[in-house]
């Protein structure tokens, strides 16, 4: 018995069986390949669009035709292909090959960057305040905002003498003491009150260690303790 199958766009087959005359079937728009068989028969079918209507009529000899969507004219008939059987291959043996141990990956430790060499306010001068003693990424001195002393290294305050108001840091020649002084001239700290009096010291920032003041023969009268 004649038949057509019909695949949609979404390969959904539908089978419509007919009988020897030519027939007109409507077919749905989402029809996208027609595929019929009928016996030693030919095939041929149109397009009518845009209703989708498809003419069968039927000639001598062929099994199998496929007609695309909006194809009007209708395709030369071609044969099923027959399978090809495989043809059978031998596996080649391979020979194994040893894979060599992982080589440890060793790291170089980065090696610190070198100090460079103190800054230093020298005897008998003075930091105002908003002014600090800078040394590479540290820096000492008087507040602008609060008028405390403060000890600031890469950005981070790291110690305050916990005191206001103080004006300017004086490194005095006269004794060595290391005094902040609001105005006109109180005293609201000073390196006296922990460390030594060494006339002609100077106060030194950087250089690897913390702020500290040191006398002319070297000797260390005062260092800042954190």
């Known amino acids: 018995q004649p038949f057509i199958e019909v695949y949609d766009s979404e390969g959904t087959k539908y089978i419509i069986d ?15 390949t027609i595929q019929w068989y ?37 395709q030369a008939p071609t044969s099923p292909s027959q399978p090809t059987a495989p043809t059978p291959t031998t596996p080649t043996p391979t020979t194994p090959t040893a894979t060599p141990p992982p080589v440890p990956v060793t790291s170089t430790p980065t090696p610190p960057a070198p100090v460079g060499p103190p800054c230093v306010l020298t005897s ?15 820096r000492f001195g008087v507040s602008q905002t609060t008028g405390d ?3 600031i290294k890469d950005g981070i305050m790291l110690w305050s003498a916990g005191v206001s108001g103080a ?32 006339p002609g010291s100077s106060l030194y920032v950087g250089g ?3 702020p500290r003041v040191i006398s002319p023969t070297g000797v260390v009268a005062w260092e800042l303790s954190i």
Do not use: F
């Not at 007919?18 to 996208?32: D, E, F, K, M």
């Not at 609001?182 to 005293?187: E, R």
């Open 18 to 32: 007919h009988g020897s005359a030519n027939q007109r079937i409507t077919l749905p728009s989402s029809v996208r």
């Open 38 to 74: 009928c016996g030693t028969r030919t095939k041929r079918a149109r397009w009518v669009l845009p209703s989708n209507t498809v003419d069968i009529t039927y000639g001598p000899v062929t099994d199998r035709v496929s007609i695309e969507p909006y194809d009007c004219r209708g």
């Open 167 to 198: 004006n300017e840091l004086h490194m005095q020649a006269s004794d060595g003491n290391l005094v902040a002084y609001t105005l006109p001239s109180t005293p609201v700290w000073a390196t006296s009150n922990s460390g030594q009096l060494i």
């Open 124 to 138: 008998g001068n003075k930091l105002p305040r908003g002014s600090y003693l800078e040394c590479g990424n540290e």
């Open 149 to 151: 002393v403060v000890y």
């Open 208 to 210: 690897g260690g913390l």
